[in-house]
């Protein structure tokens, strides 16, 4: 990197200070300041509130930790050990913040500089980057080469990241709120030139949010609640996206506009959705109060947004009838709004404003039983829809328009009327999620009581299916509401209800998808639709209703591999079929899985597996006529299908983004994606412009017969190499949950779910989360690469001609390329050196070191396998993330020491408060500072 080395020195007084060559130093170089910067100031606090003896301390493990790096990019695993031997626990905690908060400040600093170069990129003329609305319709135009076709694709795209409560995200809300201040501040100083004066109160102000991290909890006193986890994804809208969806919107409706005037409204590009409140897969705490509670809160947020932008659109538009002539349309909402201040008997805008908001207030009122916002000044009716709410934003649109105001109209009121389009009253959809399991369980009861059979668990799958295809034939309820359920058919029934109030009160977006958790037969889906019935979500018969769409979820591997097969049977049930095509415009949703078959089976078999389902399943579903929309199950890692969501929605396979996919944001890719709006800006635009590119095939993704027939062969060997370890050596069980710190990161308070669906300790029973993130703690990855070095090795071994296929699958393959670059990255964060020092924790020595050796050979394998089909080094086509894991990592390495250290007194019995809250606050810090961990 161009300039001095970035990470902060505390002894320099001078770092980070202004100085007149700024202005002309490279990108680079800024963010070397800015790091430099935050490092001093954090230093100061450190002396200031933990004294000398520590801050000496932490210099001394900084300035090691910096030079063992900067030598040979390893770890002095030994010398890092002498400097923190026999640190007492209370200040080991305050080294532990210190090197927490060093890594957060420096990943606050590459924020902003990526923020920085984007807006750096597009003030000068530059080519349109990928991933932009710009590069979206340049590739288009190059496949379609007609305005018009190009803009009939923008209007067909529709992309939907979901947010869900999976718990990877390990930073409290207080700590996101003032790392937004510090990269505000960061931001800021960046745009604009400052005298001495200003840059000193500049700098104050950094330094007191500095002072506010310190004397800041990193941990939570108390475990997350549902309620909790739903407020936290809702204050994204109002900290972002109700500004960037609605920016976003128009921006689009604009090159539309100008590719195809006159072709009317654009449909929202981007639809949120939503998981939290309504996943009831393993987390006993969602109910149909926790369901409720999520809806209400979710229209609460939408409507409190729009009754404030209405409330501010009556003071902005003063116009006078003195002045204009607005329409009659106008003056008739301006008649009809009660209002009739003398002061305002001449501002017919205003007036037609305070109607409207009167109106939502109603609104507001009837749906939730209080009004988010001012009183209005009148009862009057309320909207019945959001639909009506933005046909009187668009008269009072155009009738700015009629009398010269247009500049007006687009500037304050076409965002109000667009943000009405895309959030209604409902905010987003949330999604309904349960396991198969439990859906059978119920539907047994169901069936029983109502004197369909007696034991429906008993029957083969044919037999199921006729018994369900016989019973959805009627309208009729199989519970008699003067019976008893038990517990919990009586919650899922609940739900359902709950269900279906809220699709009265809100609309059909309100709650449209019911997701089946390891859907692994046709007899699933009809279960599902046996008990929406029972709360009208589903009224079969000649003229028939489904108010939501109902989900497959294929998880494993031998589930992907069924899933086109399901599918196909699926839709060949005439009663399901009908309800496809009559009400829910013959779409078929199904997701797809990355966490669980990954788990199942590793990074390269997971990943073929997908790929090969989601060919299948566009087969099957162009055979039967139906449309096909995919669902994708992504995580923050490598392992739970993490990556650059631009890359890999390019690399689905042909026919796989028909310009609509849906796909979960998780844990801490909310945060880093959602919580500055210029990021979230770059996140929804390239999702946007990778749906429409892809729908034209500009991803190339279509595979050489060649390519499958080697893809086939690496998954099958990389399989028998994962399982081989994780499932076929009967010591691997109890030396992972030795070797990684499982245990304690229960003890974390970072979300409401259980990490293991039941009480075993079978790998298969552990959720996704925390197998990932358990390994990540330890530093090995091992979800996001076993198994591959192996496959290459068996498909390849020396064969030169083998090496040169698997290089062109590398330079002319993008699918094959986005799998080695994810692998790369994750290969990059691993780090055997670190790795070593938790195999101290296994008991078991001999089966330790045979595990570790076994983890040890794989990676030494997987690393140069990618070295050599890449033709580069880890991350050689990344040098962004390169540069981040040079400033950030020296920071990790005292954390893994310390947790390692203190796991070890843990374990042998020490219970002493410090222990514990160190080896949380490490996990904390050792996780914000990966960034995508779990």
Not at 592 to 603: A, E, Q, R, T
Not at 863 to 882: K, R
Not at 892 to 899: A, I, N, S, T, V
Request: aromatic share 6%; with cysteine.
């Amino acid at each position: 990197m161009a300039g001095p080395d970035p990470l902060p020195d505390l002894t320099d007084p001078a770092a980070g200070q202004p100085s007149d060559a700024a202005a002309d130093r490279t990108e680079d170089a800024a963010l070397g300041d800015d790091i430099r910067l935050l490092g001093r100031l954090l230093g100061d606090v450190i002396r200031d509130q933990a004294g000398d003896e520590v801050y000496e301390l932490v210099e001394r493990v900084r300035r090691h930790a910096v030079s063992a790096r900067r030598e040979d990019g390893r770890v002095d695993v030994a010398a890092l050990g002498t400097l923190l031997d026999g640190v007492e626990p209370e200040t080991a905690v305050h080294v532990i913040r210190a090197f927490s908060w060093f890594s957060l400040l420096a990943n606050i600093a590459e924020d902003v500089h990526q923020v920085r170069r984007r807006r750096h990129y597009r003030s000068i003329a530059a080519p349109a980057r990928p991933g932009t609305l710009d590069h979206a319709v340049a590739t288009l135009t190059d496949h379609l080469h007609d305005p018009v076709s190009v803009a009939a694709v923008l209007r067909r795209v529709e992309v939907s990241p979901v947010l869900t409560a999976h718990p990877t995200e390990v930073r409290r809300k207080t700590i996101l709120d003032v790392q937004r201040r510090i990269a505000d501040l960061l931001t800021w100083r960046g745009r604009v030139q400052m005298d001495r004066q200003e840059a000193d109160d500049w700098e104050r102000d950094l330094r007191l949010q500095v002072l506010t991290l310190w004397q800041t909890a990193l941990l939570r006193l108390s475990k997350l609640r549902v309620r909790d986890e739903i407020a936290e994804a809702l204050r994204y809208y109002e900290l972002t996206l109700f500004d960037v969806l609605t920016s976003l919107q128009l921006d689009v409706q604009r090159t539309v506009d100008a590719l195809a005037p006159h072709h009317g409204r654009v449909q929202p590009v981007v639809r949120m959705g939503s998981w939290i409140g309504g996943d009831r897969d393993g987390n006993p705490f969602v109910t149909s109060e926790v369901l409720q509670l999520a809806v209400d809160l979710q229209a609460s947020t939408a409507l409190t947004h729009h009754l404030a932008t209405l409330h501010r659109l009556s003071v902005e538009l003063s116009m006078s009838l003195r002045l204009v002539t607005p329409s009659p349309e106008l003056l008739a909402l301006a008649d009809a709004s009660a209002d009739t201040s003398p002061f305002r008997a001449d501002e017919p805008y205003r007036r037609a404003l305070r109607g409207m908001y009167a109106r939502l207030a109603a609104t507001a009122l009837d749906a939730l039983g209080t009004v988010p916002g001012p009183p209005p000044h009148a009862v009057l009716a309320p909207y019945a829809t959001a639909e009506e709410l933005a046909s009187d934003l668009g008269v009072v649109d155009a009738s700015l328009r009629r009398h010269g105001a247009a500049a007006l109209a687009d500037a304050h009121v076409a965002p109000a009327r667009m943000a009405v389009d895309l959030f209604g009253f409902h905010l987003c959809t949330l999604d309904l999620r349960q396991n198969s399991d439990v859906h059978e369980r119920v539907v047994d009861e169901l069936l029983r009581s109502g004197g369909v059979v007696d034991d429906y668990l008993a029957l083969d799958e044919h037999g199921r299916i006729a018994v369900l295809r016989r019973e959805l034939a009627t309208a009729r309820p199989l519970l008699h509401r003067a019976l008893t359920a038990s517990a919990e058919t009586a919650k899922e029934l609940a739900i359902v209800e709950t269900a279906a109030a809220a699709v009265d009160r809100f609309g059909t977006r309100i709650i449209s998808h019911a997701v089946i958790s390891k859907c692994n037969s046709v007899s699933d889906v009809l279960e599902v639709a046996t008990m929406l019935r029972e709360a009208g979500l589903l009224r079969p018969g000649t003229d028939p209703h489904l108010a939501l769409d109902i989900v497959p979820l294929f998880e494993t591997i031998d589930d992907l591999r069924s899933s086109a097969a399901i599918v196909t049977s699926l839709l060949q049930v005439p009663e399901y079929r009908s309800w496809l095509d009559r009400c829910r415009g013959g779409l078929q949703e199904v997701m797809l899985g990355y966490s669980d078959s990954n788990k199942d089976g590793g990074y390269l078999a997971a990943n073929w597996a997908l790929y090969r389902a989601q060919v299948q399943l566009v087969e099957a579903c162009r055979d039967a006529g139906v449309h096909l929309r995919f669902f994708h199950g992504r995580g923050g890692t490598v392992g739970r299908g993490g990556g650059p969501s631009y890359d890999a929605i390019l690399a689905q396979p042909p026919g796989a983004v028909d310009a609509t996919l849906r796909l979960t944001e998780q844990g801490e890719v909310i945060a880093a994606r959602y919580a500055n709006r210029d990021l979230a800006r770059r996140s929804l635009e390239a999702l946007v412009s990778a749906a429409a590119e892809a729908t034209v095939g500009a991803g190339g993704s279509t595979a050489d017969p060649t390519f499958v027939g080697i893809m086939d062969a690496l998954a099958d060997a990389s399989l028998d190499a994962y399982r081989g370890l994780v499932y076929g050596d009967p010591d691997f069980v109890r030396v992972f949950r030795s070797f990684t710190p499982i245990g304690e990161i229960a003890m974390l308070n970072i979300g409401s779910r259980p990490a293991s669906r039941t009480a075993s300790d079978r790998i298969e029973d552990l959720r996704a989360i925390p197998w990932v993130f358990s390994w990540s703690q330890c530093r090995i990855m091992l979800p996001g690469w076993y198994g591959a070095g192996s496959a290459f090795a068996a498909w390849a071994g020396d064969d030169a001609a083998r090496l040169a296929e698997l290089r062109r699958m590398h330079r002319t393959w993008p699918v094959f390329r986005t799998m080695m670059s994810n692998m790369g990255m994750v290969l990059a964060k691993s780090d055997l050196t670190i790795a070593r020092r938790y195999a101290s924790l296994v008991t078991d020595r001999v089966a330790g070191e045979r595990v570790l050796s076994a983890i040890a050979a794989e990676h030494e394998r997987s690393v140069a396998w990618v070295e050599s089909i890449t033709e580069a080094p880890l991350l050689g086509d990344n040098p962004t993330l390169a540069r981040s894991i040079r400033n950030r990592f020296p920071y990790l390495d005292p954390l893994h020491e310390l947790q390692v250290d203190l796991l070890q007194r843990y374990r042998a019995g020490d219970r002493d408060e410090a222990i514990a809250r160190g080896i949380q606050l490490t996990i904390n810090g050792i996780a914000a500072g990966l960034r995508n961990s779990g």
